[in-house]
């Protein structure tokens, strides 16, 4: 069974048992809601349609928490003029756990679900405390740190020993030759 109903101006299509995220509500959280603008509902194979809702039917639901949606990126930008704005949303929503579907009069007869009861968690004893402190306060010892090995020589290094400069043999300069004027005979 399934039904279409309108929440918060938007039209859902909810189950029993179905949780969904609508609009935020004002409701607080754990609390039963009523919604009463229900559109369409299926049953197997019988479909009844509103004109526009149908009288004396509700969808029941009870609000699970109050969320925050993803954040949605807006950018405007207009090309060679140099504008641009970047703002960023997040939309509230509430998120509902859809407990019945039906007339009133049955819904309200109907019993309501046995809430399953949480175990309370066993107290800590004190000797359990100590140990757990013990434990957190341990110690471990460090590793000795052992010398770095040597890198094997890269071939930057290799071409920078073989262009060591090398002394140069300074010889003794012939002073060069005198050019004489060539005479016309």
């Known amino acids: 069974m399934y039904a279409i109903v309108e929440i918060a101006g938007q039209q859902f299509k909810v189950e029993e048992g ?10 607080e959280e754990g609390k039963s809601v009523e919604f009463d603008k229900v559109l369409l509902v299926e049953d197997g194979d019988n479909i009844v349609v509103g004109e526009p809702v149908i009288k ?50 049955t819904l309200k007869k109907r019993a309501p679900k046995p809430e ?11 000797a359990v405390e100590e140990t757990v402190i013990e434990k957190k306060t341990s110690t471990k010892k460090a ?10 020589a890269t071939k930057k290094e290799e071409t920078e020993e073989v262009k060591k400069p090398v002394a140069k043999k300074v010889t003794e300069k012939k002073p060069a030759a005198k ?6 005979e």
Do not use: M
Not at 179 to 184: D, E, G, H, I, L
């Open 143 to 152: 590793a000795a740190k052992k010398p770095a090995a040597k890198k094997p």
């Open 56 to 105: 004396d039917f509700v969808v029941e639901g009870k609000v699970v928490d109050h969320v925050r949606g993803d954040k949605v990126i807006i950018f405007k930008k207009k090309r060679k003029k140099g504008y641009r704005v970047k703002n960023g949303h997040r939309q509230n929503f509430t998120r509902i756990e859809i407990t019945g579907i039906g007339d009133r009069e």
């Open 116 to 126: 399953v009861v949480k175990k309370p968690k066993p107290e800590v004893t004190e």
């Open 179 to 184: 050019k004489t004027p060539k005479t016309k």
């Open 18 to 27: 179905k949780k969904i995220f609508v609009h935020r509500l004002e409701n």
